[in-house]
């Protein structure tokens, strides 16, 4: 069955792995150019944390996914655990925010940190129980996870001079 054989989807995982990792190292040289801005503006730090988990996660789920020989229920848990810790991290509340945030500022945050994490988190729990559509949340998963973390790099590299 493809949607629960990580072997099937190994090019994805591998190209998935190869990009993420190369757009982490090109975040931090996005952030590294202007640091000085995005350390002295209130919630722009947590979202260049943001971005980096991001891809960190799709650079390891890609990597659990490529592990030879393991079962469909050690992947699903290696899985879960791995997109339980992301939900943690990403979807904790927004703490550093403007004085009064616009509707608009906030509904993208959200916006880009459920679009990002919750495909991840419904792929691994559906691996893990053998029902509901498996790899292919978390394929679409990977997908969001990075336009999300590139959408939050746009706005540290190009916005912030705005």
């Not at 990597?63 to 030879?68: D, G, Q, V, Y």
């Not at 469909?72 to 997109?83: K, N, P, R, S």
Request: hydrophobic fraction near 60%; glycine fraction near 10%; charge should be negative.
């Amino acid at each position: 069955m493809y949607a629960y054989d990580p072997s099937e989807w190994s090019d994805l995982f591998v190209a998935a792995a190869g990009a993420s990792a190369a757009l982490a190292g090109l975040l931090f040289v996005a952030v590294s150019i202007n640091l000085e801005q995005i350390i002295g503006s209130k919630g722009l730090p947590e979202r260049a944390l943001e971005a980096v988990i991001l891809l960190v996660a799709v650079l390891v789920v890609s990597i659990a996914c490529l592990i030879p020989g393991q079962s469909q229920g050690v992947l699903g848990v290696e899985l879960f655990a791995i997109t339980a810790l992301l939900g943690f991290a990403v979807l904790k509340p927004i703490r550093a925010v403007p004085a009064e945030p616009p509707r608009g500022w906030l509904v993208s945050r959200w916006a880009l940190r459920l679009t990002g994490t919750l495909p991840l988190i419904v792929g691994a729990i559906s691996v893990m129980i053998g029902d509901g559509g498996g790899l292919y949340w978390i394929a679409a998963g990977i997908v969001f996870a990075t336009v999300s973390a590139i959408a939050n790099a746009w706005v540290l590299l190009v916005e912030i001079l705005r």
